[in-house]
């Protein structure tokens, strides 16, 4: 199938279909006149790239899953690697959160200590 085609199947941009392609996650034939030939797979792959780009995955994340062949997040019922992925980057938005409570905090303080300071003038 056309990039066009798999963009508007996918509901993805034939930009952002490139990008993948680019990176390693998609993977197309070219026909004699250089278009892409995408497989009737590529859709679920392109979805699942989607799905885990918004969990928050890297590309290189995202290829090791691939390399794992669970392409499709739903289609499996028990993967290790998937769990220890999916683990490494919860572990990862924890910390974000905390680090950005202490941030928080800070910035509370700073902002009160510099009321105290403007009202004293």
């Given at each position: 199938?056309?990039?066009?085609?798999?963009?508007?199947?996918?509901?993805?941009?034939?930009?952002?279909?490139?990008?993948?392609?680019?990176?390693g996650l998609l993977i197309a034939?070219?026909?004699?006149?250089?278009?892409?030939?995408?497989?009737?797979?590529?859709?679920?792959r392109v979805k699942a790239i989607q799905?885990?780009?918004k969990l928050g995955?890297?590309?290189?994340?995202?290829?090791?899953?691939f390399?794992?062949?669970?392409?499709d997040p739903d289609g499996y019922e028990y993967c290790e690697e998937m769990l220890a992925t999916y683990e490494g980057k919860l572990q990862q938005?924890?910390?974000q959160i905390e680090a950005l409570h202490g941030l928080k905090?800070?910035?509370?303080?700073?902002i009160a200590f510099t009321n105290g300071k403007k009202n004293i003038v």
């Open positions: 199938m056309k990039i066009s085609e798999l963009s508007q199947l996918s509901h993805v941009s034939a930009r952002s279909i490139r990008h993948y392609e680019n990176q034939d070219r026909l004699d006149n250089d278009y892409r030939d995408f497989p009737e797979s590529a859709v679920g799905l885990y780009l995955l890297t590309v290189e994340e995202i290829k090791a899953l390399r794992t062949e669970v392409a938005v924890n910390e905090t800070l910035l509370e303080r700073q």
